[in-house]
């Protein structure tokens, strides 16, 4: 049995993990969600120390891994979501990674200058810096995820893996988040492994379930609509 | 026979990945310097795609791998730099990703909006993150280290590993970049840790070396004494 530590409320880092715990098919306690945020609070000064700086954290009898790709990784690669060989493995592994600094940058749209402040304090950054990441970055990394699909097929690493989970969460959220700039964007085998992704039997039970919140204005991926302004 | 491609002229990330080599004496090309940064871009075009997003990058053989962190796993698993237990070599994986994440704070202490534009044209976002960096995040990523060393005594996690070569590097760049926070810092075990990586036969003779760049205000860890300013 495994246990997610992660905020309630939100979908955020953890959300990644949910995923590949769900197409799995992994029992899970949603340590967050279940117990509250004081819970997962309590444990990462606790329990938890002290390799693990932020949630999400998974906790599996006597191991505890923080850092969501390496969680993914850790997960995907023992229930059989990785593939096999050397190569493949690391392939998986960088493009997560890379998906992570996505996601990364995503949230600092909102938060450029500091997270002890909420978004509100720090609008003026907040809108130079969506604007490069609209104009930019986004651009910049969907095209990667492109070109590996053109170059690879259906799934990124060939098989099917915990990467591809990653990459229909962040195009989701980016989705929700800057709906314009991701409408102008030539993706279309990226699109076309979110719908698969989102196809999948569990995947599909999953986010129609409760389990799935929605996207909101106080998780990473956020939609204010002047950060889409010109 | 590794290469490393990583551009020319910094430390940058790619000092984390010299510094693996270094300390297991492994031959490697440090292909900006040798060929120039246009054999790196040309690369990361070609050869090293479509998984690097970005340098540094690692090929050794028909082995492609991207990502800091991944790349310094590989190396310490591979060359013996590396605990031999899972549970050791997640926590060597959580702790040097969690450091990354550290490096990429610093950088945006310099580069708050956008990377496309130089610091001077974002100095004024760039002194409110400098300022929550030194005051909030250095703090705490560098009290989080030290909780570890706490724990497991001269190592972090409790062998030498390529964790401890990370947590040098970081805190020598910190070190450069912001002086006066750094100063502040209770870490006696961090700091002992760095001294002791230093005087490590081979990281010595690497240091001293000119191999070993000094930092400068194009790298990452960059000394702007306005991002000092209270």
């Known amino acids: 049995m ?27 306690v949603d340590v967050g969600r279940e117990k509250g945020d004081e819970a997962v609070a309590k444990a990462l000064d606790g329990e938890l120390a002290p390799y693990a700086f932020a949630p999400p954290v998974l ?53 450029p200058i500091t997270v002890e402040e909420a978004y509100e304090k720090q609008k003026g950054s907040a809108r130079e810096r969506a604007r490069a990441f609209r104009e930019n970055r986004i651009p910049k990394f969907v095209a990667y995820l492109e070109r590996i699909l053109e170059q690879n097929g259906n799934y990124l690493v060939g098989t099917m893996s915990y990467a591809d989970l990653a990459a ?13 700039a991701m409408a102008k ?26 389990r799935r919140l929605p ?16």
């Open 215 to 230: 996207f909101n204005e106080t998780g990473i991926f956020r939609h204010y609509p002047e950060l889409e302004a010109a």
């Open 185 to 210: 964007q030539k993706i279309p085998k990226l699109r076309a492994l979110r719908d698969r992704m989102s196809q999948r039997p569990r995947i599909t039970t999953y986010l129609t379930s409760d």
């Open 168 to 180: 229909f969460q962040v195009v989701d959220g980016l989705d929700y988040a800057f709906p314009k």
């Open 59 to 111: 906790r599996a009898s006597d191991v505890v891994i923080a850092q969501t790709a390496l969680i993914t990784r850790w997960l995907g690669e023992r229930h059989g979501l990785a593939p096999h060989d050397e190569r493949g493995r690391l392939a998986a592994a960088t493009i997560t990674m890379t998906i992570a600094d996505l996601v990364a940058e995503a949230h600092d749209t909102h938060h």
């Open 2 to 28: 495994y246990e997610l530590f992660y905020w309630s409320g939100i979908q955020g880092r953890g959300e990644f993990v949910r995923l590949v715990l769900e197409e799995t098919a992994q029992p899970y």
